[in-house]
Nanobody, 127 residues
Framework: VQLQASGGGLVQAGGSLRLSCAAS????????MGWFRQAPGKERQFVAGVNDAVSWSVGETHYEDSVKERFTISRDNAKNTVYLQMNSLKPEDTAVHYCAAARGMVVPTIASEYDYWGPGTQVTVSS
């Protein structure tokens, strides 16, 4: 699986961005998908994830506490794409954002449990 994230940019506090992550391969729906972010000098942090699309927990989503009510993750299996809609952005959301894919149906929240990663996309929120 190859992943390519896009949609980052510079936005003022309170603004919105939508990140996209396009995946190659015919088994996209069988992967749990996650978004992580990493700010300078900090560890990579789980942001949001969505379970795979073929098991009993299809489409279940998970969020890090600081982004709940502001971010929404979704997946379009017909387009092999996962999205992260980010609203009410804050300066502390500034980071390189990565998408990742994990075999299995449940979203891991630990980076080492993901099997594939795409190159990151920079999100910068000005105050």
């Amino acid at each position: 699986v190859q992943l390519q994230a896009s949609g980052g940019g510079l936005v003022q506090a309170g603004g919105s961005l939508r990140l996209s992550c396009a995946a190659s391969g015919r088994t996209f729906s069988s992967y749990a998908m996650g978004w992580f972010r990493q700010a300078p000098g900090k560890e990579r942090q789980f942001v949001a994830g969505v379970n795979d699309a073929v098991s009993w927990s299809v489409g279940e989503t998970h969020y890090e506490d600081s982004v709940k009510e502001r971010f929404t993750i979704s997946r379009d299996n017909a387009k092999n794409t996962v999205y992260l809609q980010m609203n009410s952005l804050k300066p502390e959301d500034t980071a390189v954002h990565y998408c990742a894919a994990a075999r299995g149906m449940v979203v891991p929240t630990i980076a080492s449990e993901y099997d594939y990663w795409g190159p990151g996309t920079q999100v910068t929120v000005s105050s």
